[in-house]
Structure formats: C-alpha cells, structure tokens
C-alpha cells in the first residue's frame, strides 16, 4: 500500500489549499483514511478523518474551515483547507486503515502513511 500526498506550498493567511493523497495498493472507499499534522517541535495530531461509509470527523480547530472529500475513481483523498491561518504551517500526512472501514482519531488506529506535504502559511 502506497499513499502519496501532495499539494502543500506557501500560502498567505486567509488563501486556501488542496491536499491530495492518490492510494495504491487500497480501495480508499472501503477504508478509514485520515489526515494528520504535524508541527516543528510538536505531535503528530489528527485534522480530519472519512469513513467508508462517508461520515467525516474533523478536529474542533479545523471545523468550518477543512473539509475532507474522497473521489473513489481517482482513488484519492482530498483535504480543502480554507481560511489558513499561520498556526496551520505543519506537515500534512495522510494515513490509512489496516482492517477497518472507521476512520478514528486516533494516530495509533492507522497502519500506512504518506510521506507528508508542507504547508507553510504567511502571517
């Protein structure tokens, strides 16, 4: 199983970015996928999350703002973030499900990672 993300660059405050995260190896509509950050210095924490069913779960300091999509024919996860703030500049990764069609909060739920896409955001 393969994650590649991409799409992070520099932005200013207020802009707005797409991630994507194209899997190979798994059928992203039948898997809980994730979408982590992680911060210089900090943990890695949970942005938002799809379960195969289509429910999402964002983190409270994303809600209104990221919106987590998946496009089963292009087998690929997005994450829409809006109205970036400087506090966002982070490592984004995306992550996969072993077994299960539930995506969690939790980091230690998910079995396969991305290799990460800087987002950097300008005050």
């Known amino acids: 199983v393969q994650l590649q993300a991409s799409g992070g660059g520099l932005v200013q405050a207020g802009d707005s970015l797409r991630l994507s995260c194209a899997a190979s190896g798994r059928t992203v509509s039948s898997t809980g996928m994730g979408w982590f950050r992680q911060a210089p210095g900090k943990e890695r924490e949970f942005v938002a999350g799809i379960s195969a069913s289509s429910t999402t779960y964002y983190e409270d300091f994303v809600k209104g703002r990221f919106t987590i999509s998946r496009d089963n024919a292009r087998n690929t996860v997005y994450l829409q973030m809006s109205s970036l703030k400087p506090e966002d500049t982070a490592t984004y990764y995306c992550?996969?499900?072993?077994?299960?069609?539930?995506?969690?909060?939790?980091?230690?739920?998910?079995?396969?990672w991305g290799q990460g896409t800087l987002v950097t955001v300008s005050s």
């Open positions: 992550a996969a499900r072993r077994w299960h069609s539930i995506a969690t909060m939790r980091r230690d739920d998910y079995w396969y």
